[in-house]
């Protein structure tokens, strides 16, 4: 899988949007963006994922560049339960050869402040 | 429903000691997995079942011993634990389909304590 490089810490005020960026310079064209969060002593919690095209659900929005090379996670009214460690992680599509583990880097430490 | 459920949420034990933890999902899901987070590290991958065969070790102790009774359940045997193998065990979900992605779904974790 290919590796990410994400900012250690970022803040952001409440209300606004918290814009998180990953960088996934070497990533394959089967591989996915995957972002998943987690709140201190917690497990990590599923966010969103991508191919190529935008994605948003109801947490967030994914926006991937055409090149692929980078993605933007966007919390569009961070709260002050948004503060957490959030990890970007791409993985290969379908299970193919069998279910895989994923690869944590550091994460990012977002924290919302009041 | 992405529900995982680990019992118990913390555990203390000694070195001499025998216990288990257990996973269970519900989401009709076919592969299964542990992972081990130390204090403000990032989770690390220990083992994979799928379809309840083990299918990837990552080189873990055999102090660690799991085991995977069916489809819905996963558990982990510890024996002759370490201080340092006190961490946060982390059991994660996913559907195995060769066609799509496979999002895993964790658990909330048990906190393990070994004195």
């Known amino acids: 899988d290919a590796k990410t490089t994400q900012p250690p810490s970022m803040d952001c005020a409440e209300g606004r949007a918290a814009n998180l960026p990953c960088n996934h310079s070497?990533?394959?064209?089967?591989?996915?963006v995957y972002w998943y969060r987690q709140i201190h002593s917690q497990g990590p919690q599923y966010i969103i994922h991508?191919?190529?095209n935008n994605e948003t659900n109801e947490m967030a929005s994914l926006i991937i560049t055409e090149d692929r090379k980078s993605s933007t996670l966007i919390l569009p009214h961070a709260t002050l339960r948004d503060t957490a460690v959030y990890y970007c992680?791409?993985?290969?599509?379908?299970?193919?050869?069998?279910?895989?583990?994923?690869?944590f880097g550091k994460g990012t430490h977002l924290i919302i402040q009041p | 429903d992405t529900e995982v459920t680990q019992t118990p949420k913390h555990l203390v034990m000694g070195m001499t000691n025998k216990k288990s933890l257990k996973c269970e999902q519900h989401?009709?899901?076919?592969?299964m997995y542990w992972y081990k987070q130390k204090a403000k590290k990032p989770p690390e991958l220990m083992f994979v079942y799928s379809y309840e065969k083990l299918s990837i070790n990552e080189s873990v102790p055999s102090r660690f011993s799991p085991e995977c009774p069916n489809s819905s359940l996963l558990n982990l045997h510890l024996h002759a634990l370490q201080p340092e193998d006190s961490a946060l065990y982390l059991c994660a979900s996913s559907q195995e389909s060769p066609w799509g992605t496979d999002t895993q779904y964790f658990g909330p974790g048990t906190r393990l304590t070994v004195l």
């Open positions: 989401m009709g899901h076919r592969a």
């Open positions: 991508g191919l190529k």
């Open positions: 070497t990533i394959s064209g089967n591989e996915y």
């Open positions: 992680i791409v993985r290969r599509g379908g299970s193919g050869g069998g279910a895989d583990g994923l690869t």
